[in-house]
């Protein structure tokens, strides 16, 4: 065989251990992974038949009471409600809610594991400098190339889906969490140390309130990222939008992709509304202007 | 005036930034200079061998122009910043063998610091702000905001509790700077540049509430300026720092009439000498003006002194602190010491 470059060493026979390996911890330790990550799989399809569940209406409801929790102002109310209806309208209400589902879930467990992550980053430039060129390898790495580890573990379904979903959409809040930490005031910094707050004291009083502008900027990302998922998440069985996406293509039909590609939309600027109008009101507290 | 005990007692305090303080340390001692040392070490020397006392009660001002040091002094008081070298004692104790627990205890309730851009918490009210000191000491909420209230009347910004720094002005943050510090109890205040960001009129009032504040509460108070004429009306002492090194440190009128080097005497050169000098320092023991001349108390000031001789008086007698008259002064005297170089 003729190649560019010289095998300098067995490349064949690397791959080939590589997937011995993976295969060995396939079948040793897929079931006891697949029971660990049940609660995930709980998770996720509590959130879609709960939205699947409910009457439309008191979705809408809920989705408007939260919008005017974290943003205090009726407009976004009123533009997530059209939009919700426009969803409904468009004929893909329950495919969106098992989107939704998998947004959250995916979502929430991002926050919860990547604004840890940046709050470690942010205190310690050793961490910051080992974690830096993982997350360039996670945004940069094609998408799929994850499918095929967590398909081989889980088989195709829910848990792969998610758990890709998150190792694609995890890297913008970690990022921006440990931007949000380092780019707060050292002078406030240093007061809150001058009075003697503990280092836990100065996360709580002053480094995550003043980064949060940024860290909700590092959250809009990941939902968005998570959102762009979907599609691909759906050829390996996560349902929702991106199933029709897919059946679309299979079937050739332009009208299915169309309308589940336009749900998609609607459900990003709907997110996107949400957490922007959340980031306003953060940071209007942080920048008062004169009465 | 009986000298109160030492507050703060700085013993040859050094401090090198870089990699390798101590050794870079070593090398000044044998006699490299500062900016030697930067480019052959890379490092910067920041404090030389700082030696200060600094009694209770007193208004003490640490002055220097931009990069002499004084910020840097400033935060050793409160372990913001370590020493190279050198002790510092704190009522007798030395705060360098403090241990993280005890640091946190004593920043909370000893020493509180009022900061050049005020450094408040955008995010909380005044009064939390106010009362951000007690809360990390987990005083319980309602006494926090109750003594947080109080503090927050004596600067004078009743009303003022729920708004947030970004709505007032810069004079006004800073008196929530100075709430805030005050709230602690701390009986020592450290303030660095603390008025220097406010416009002159606003710094004037500021610096005479702080003069009241102090006269009324009894703190230690230090602090940091680039101004001379703020740190004569302010310090009972002055500490003049330049490159690192404590050039001078006595009363206001000390280092007017005596100072102790060229860089010092081109410093105070500009100053309104009349308002600082007292009248006592220049009174002519071997002079006994007439019976009926007037007598003015040995601590009354040169300028105004004017006024007295403006009335016609050939002489004045000056009484000292014991009450016997120890000279007179004469307003050729005067214009000799006004006109000293």
């Known amino acids: 065989m003729t190649s560019g470059f010289p095998d300098l060493w067995d490349t064949r026979s690397f791959g080939r251990s590589l997937d011995a390996a993976f295969n060995a911890v396939v079948a040793n330790w897929g079931p006891t992974l697949e029971m660990i990550f049940m609660p995930l799989l709980r998770l996720l399809t509590g959130i879609e038949r709960g939205l699947q569940f409910l009457p439309w209406w008191v979705v809408v409801g809920m989705f408007c009471a939260f919008t005017y929790a974290v943003s205090r102002q009726w407009r976004p109310v009123i533009a997530v409600a059209a939009l919700l209806v426009t969803l409904g309208l468009l004929g893909v209400w329950n495919d969106a809610m098992a989107t939704i589902a998998l947004m959250l879930a995916a979502t929430l467990i991002s926050v919860a594991l990547g604004m840890p992550t940046g709050i470690a980053m942010s205190r310690s430039d050793r961490v910051r400098r080992a974690m830096l060129p993982v997350l360039d390898i996670m945004q940069t790495m094609p998408i799929f190339v994850y499918l095929i580890p967590f398909v081989m573990l889980f088989g195709p379904g829910k848990i792969p889906a998610l758990l890709a979903t998150i190792v694609f959409a995890i890297p913008p809040v970690i990022r921006l969490t440990d931007l949000g930490i380092r780019q707060v005031d050292a002078e406030i910094l240093e007061a809150a140390r001058s009075f003697g707050a503990s280092p836990r004291q100065q996360l709580w009083t002053v480094q995550v309130p003043l980064a949060m502008p940024t860290i909700m900027a590092g959250i809009n990302q990941t939902t968005m990222m998570a959102l762009s998922m979907v599609v691909i998440a759906s050829m390996i069985g996560a349902g929702g939008l991106g199933y029709q996406v897919l059946q679309g293509i299979q079937r050739l039909e332009v009208s299915r992709g169309l309308i589940a590609g336009l749900g998609i939309v609607v459900l990003a600027i709907t997110f996107d509304r949400i957490a922007q109008s959340y980031g306003r009101r953060v940071q209007a507290n942080l920048h008062r202007e004169k009465a | ?341």
Do not use: W
């Not at chain 2, 870079?24 to 480019?39: S, T, Y």
């Not at chain 2, 910020?71 to 993280?100: A, K, V």
């Not at chain 2, 108390?297 to 602190?321: K, N, Q, S, Y």
């Open chain 2, 1 to 341: 005036m009986m000298a109160s005990p030492v507050k703060i007692r700085v013993e040859g305090v050094s401090k090198v930034f870089g990699r390798e303080p101590a050794a870079a340390l070593a090398k000044v001692r044998a006699g490299m200079d500062k900016a030697q040392l930067l480019e052959e070490t890379g490092h910067v020397l920041g404090l030389y061998d700082i030696t200060l006392d600094i009694r209770a009660g007193e208004i003490f001002v640490i002055m220097g122009l931009s990069g002499c040091g004084k910020s840097t002094l400033i935060r050793h008081f409160n372990r913001l910043i370590e020493p190279t070298d050198g002790r510092i004692l704190f009522d007798g104790e030395d705060i360098l063998t403090y241990d993280t627990a005890r640091l946190q205890a004593f920043r909370r309730r000893r020493v509180a610091m009022v900061f050049q851009r005020f450094a408040l918490l955008p995010h909380k009210t005044v009064i939390e702000n106010v009362a951000y000191g007690l809360t990390l000491d987990g005083v319980e909420r309602a006494s926090a905001m109750a003594r947080a209230a109080d503090q927050i009347t004596l600067v004078g910004l009743a009303g003022f509790e729920d708004s947030y720094p970004a709505q007032l002005s810069g004079g006004m943050q800073q008196r929530v700077g100075l709430a805030r510090a005050l709230a602690t109890d701390a009986d020592v205040l450290l303030m660095d540049e603390a008025f220097s960001a406010l416009d002159p009129l606003i710094r004037h009032d500021m610096q005479l509430q702080l003069k009241d504040l102090q006269g009324r509460l009894g703190k230690t108070i230090v602090f940091i300026t680039h101004d001379l004429d703020e740190a004569l009306l302010l310090g009972d002492h002055i500490a003049i720092l330049k490159d690192g090194t404590l050039r001078q440190s006595g009363t206001g009128a000390d280092i007017l009439a005596h100072p102790a080097d060229d860089y010092v005497a081109r410093f105070v050169r500009d100053v309104n000498r009349g308002r600082i000098l007292l009248c006592g320092a220049f009174a002519e023991a071997g002079l006994i003006p007439a019976a009926d001349a007037p007598v003015i108390p040995a601590e009354t000031t040169l300028e105004a002194a004017f006024a007295i001789f403006a009335g016609g008086a050939p002489a004045v007698a000056i009484r000292g602190r014991d009450g016997k008259i120890t000279g007179g002064l004469t307003p050729r005297r005067v214009m000799e010491a006004l006109a000293r170089e």
